[in-house]
């Protein structure tokens, strides 16, 4: 494993958080994640601000975004990213319980970069995670300007 | 009319009698009565009867005076003559000696009476005569319009200013039931108890106006129902121009007024009905929107529990899996169990309720092939099985072909589920024609079957006829299969004998349709 990119989590439920931790522990992926638990704390993070402003600029080499989030919605963090010309070339993965269509295609259309269901099975689920992270994580080349531990 | 004049008028003139005379016959029989009545006088003078000759000769004028004056005249002047010249001495001379001029001058007096009365009583006749002929006609032609006014459909009479009627035509004996005689002389308006439109000053002011007024009013007829009928009024007038009556020519309407309220009345519960499609279906679209959202809240809201309840168990089995008894690790089992069931359920209600709500892609779809692909995908999990399909030759239809494609999914599905039990497993799909726009399609197997009562509960969701034990499912497949058949406009319903095998069956309607929701 050569180097390992930073992963931002966005994520509300802090039993995802530790469910996903958990896989991402078993593959070594763990040290690298940053997380917050909705919308407006995650573009404080991309943005530098309030808790976040000491912080250095790099951006994330991945964004697990789920959806359903308090205060702002995933899509709402999504359409501003990809509106924002410092931000729109952080791969974004959605990482939600909704299979809707309706989500999916607004995700898309929005610029998503990939699009996952969490599985309700455990080991589907760890070997999701284990796949997201090893890809945007380890395999992908991020966008130049983002943060990477060697 | 006029023809009808005319005849009149001749007969008038043949009815007349026949005693009137050419001048000529007149004049003939002035002379010949004063001829006749002197040699009368003659041949009794000769018999020395003297005192006759003035009668018969007031006699001859009275006679000639009863056909003319001019005869009349005549028969004077003759009379006069041979009066003077026979019987007046000096005899056989013009002469009158004036002994004898009292005497002449009376009789010429009288006979001049005579002709005078006769002439006046003539001409008077005469003027008689004429005024009853010119009554005649008038009657004649009166009876006959007012015959050609009872030929006509039309309700008609005629009242005078009091209200009171003077004409009853046969239309309007018909529509009302009173015949002329009893309605001629009562008041219209008691009568008829006439209901009007408008104040009946409006109406009389206009008709006292142009003369004209047109309207539709209401009658009561001789037996009591009320007759709506269209009515045109007019003003008779005498030649000093006062109004002396009014005509009122009337067109039964109330059928046609039935049948206008009938369609108005159609028409406002169309609108009615229109209005209530309308909030049902606003209803329909908000219920709907309701379900989508609940749809959406149950895949976010109801599915993260639950993959934490099956995550955080398998952790805990990991990490116990060397401390905990085989009772507890069973009881483990079953926590994963029944989460993976839960997951299921809810993947299915999600998918049986995203049917109702998505829009259909209609196109033309080959179920030939489509069967085929589902076969394909199907045999991965029956391998090893021996199952005998028999395929028969399956139409095109119009349709959503990922749709129809799941429902074959399910029955197909089914059919090898429920034949795991046999041997040899039969399975036949095939289509036969029902009607010329409608084709039905099944799918049979010899599998366990079911008991034909419970047929009703096939196709509700959760409706399980086999225990989960022995036969896996979450009881929403038929209800799929038969909301998916609906969509397209279809029917569905199966056969079966417990342990005697299966048959489901769906219409399909093979022209092209409106979609419709379920």
Redesign the interface.
């Known amino acids: 494993m050569s180097t390992l990119g930073r992963i931002l989590m966005v994520e509300d439920d802090p039993k995802d958080v530790e469910l996903t931790m958990t896989a991402l522990e078993e593959y070594n992926l763990a040290n690298e994640v940053v997380v917050t638990r909705d919308g407006e704390e995650a573009l404080d993070y991309l943005y530098c601000r309030g808790n976040f402003s000491t912080r250095s600029n790099d951006n994330p080499a991945v964004m697990l975004l789920d959806l359903k989030l308090q205060k702002v919605h995933g899509l709402e963090v999504l359409a501003q990213i990809k509106s924002d010309e410092k931000l729109r070339m952080i791969p974004v993965v959605v990482l939600t319980s909704s299979r809707e269509e309706i989500d999916m295609v607004a995700s898309y259309k929005l610029g998503v970069n990939a699009y996952v269901v969490k599985p309700v099975d455990f080991h589907e689920f760890v070997n999701a995670i284990k796949e997201l992270g090893i890809f945007w994580a380890v395999i992908n080349e991020p966008p130049p300007g983002s943060v990477k531990k060697n | 009319m006029n023809q009808a004049l005319i005849e009149a008028r001749q007969a008038v003139v043949k009815w007349k009698p026949q005693l009137l005379l050419s001048a000529m016959q007149r004049y003939a029989l002035a002379i010949l009565s004063v001829s006749l009545a002197l040699g009368i006088s003659l041949l009794m003078k000769s018999f020395h009867v003297r005192e006759v000759g003035i009668p018969l000769f007031l006699f001859a004028i009275a006679i000639s005076a009863w056909y003319g004056g001019g005869a009349a005249m005549l028969a004077l002047l003759l009379s006069c003559i041979s009066f003077d010249y026979f019987f007046t001495e000096p005899l056989h001379t013009l002469y009158i000696t004036g002994s004898d001029l009292p005497y002449f001058i009376s009789f010429t007096s009288f006979a001049s009476l005579v002709t005078w009365f006769s002439t006046v009583r003539r001409r008077a006749e005469a003027e008689l005569r004429q005024a009853r002929d010119e009554l005649e006609i008038e009657v004649a032609e009166r009876t006959q319009q007012a015959s050609l006014l009872n030929l006509t459909h039309d309700t008609i009479f005629v009242r005078n200013m009091s209200d009171v009627i003077t004409y009853w035509n046969r239309g309007a004996q018909e529509l009302y039931g009173w015949i002329a005689e009893e309605a001629i002389g009562k008041r219209s308006h008691d009568l008829l108890r006439t209901g009007f439109p408008e104040p009946l000053e409006d109406i009389s002011a206009e008709l006292l106006r142009t003369g004209r007024w047109e309207g539709e009013i209401k009658h009561t007829k001789a037996d009591g129902n009320v007759v709506v009928v269209s009515s045109r009024w007019s003003l008779r007038r005498d030649e000093q121009g006062r109004p002396t009556g009014i005509m009122e020519i009337s067109n039964d309407i109330t059928e046609r007024k039935h049948r206008e309220q009938e369609i108005s009345a159609l028409n406002e519960e169309l609108a009615e009905r229109t209005a209530e499609l309308e909030s049902s279906n606003k209803e329909l679209e908000s219920s709907n929107k309701e379900l989508e959202a609940f749809?959406?809240s149950i895949?976010?809201?109801l599915?993260?529990p639950?993959?934490?309840i099956?995550?955080?168990?398998?952790?805990l089995k990991k990490n116990t899996a060397s401390v905990l008894n085989e009772k507890s690790q069973r009881y483990v089992m079953m926590i994963l169990d029944s989460?993976?069931r839960m997951?299921d359920l809810i993947?299915d209600l999600?998918a049986f309720s995203?049917i109702g709500r998505a829009e259909t892609r209609q196109t033309m779809v080959g179920l030939e092939q489509l069967v085929q692909e589902v076969l394909t995908e199907l045999r991965q999990d029956t391998g090893g099985r021996d199952i005998v399909w028999k395929i028969g030759a399956l139409p095109v239809v119009y349709g959503d072909r990922s749709m129809l494609r799941l429902a074959f999914v399910n029955l197909i599905a089914n059919a090898t589920k429920f034949t795991r039990t046999r041997a040899q497993a039969e399975i036949e799909i095939g289509c036969r024609n029902q009607s010329p726009n409608q084709i039905v399609l099944f799918v049979r197997d010899n599998g366990v079957g079911f008991d034909m009562k419970y047929a009703n509960k096939l196709f509700g969701v959760f409706q399980r006829l086999h225990s989960a034990e022995a036969f896996e499912g979450t009881g929403i497949g038929l209800a799929t299969v038969q909301r998916i058949v609906h969509r397209h406009g279809g029917s569905v319903w199966a056969e079966g004998l417990v342990d005697q095998g299966a048959t489901f069956f769906f219409s399909l309607s093979t022209f092209q349709r409106k979609e419709s929701r379920v």
Do not use: P, Q
Request: zero cysteines.
């Open positions: 749809a959406y895949s976010h809201d599915r993260a639950l993959r934490h099956a995550g955080f168990t398998e952790l989460a993976k997951g993947d999600l995203r």
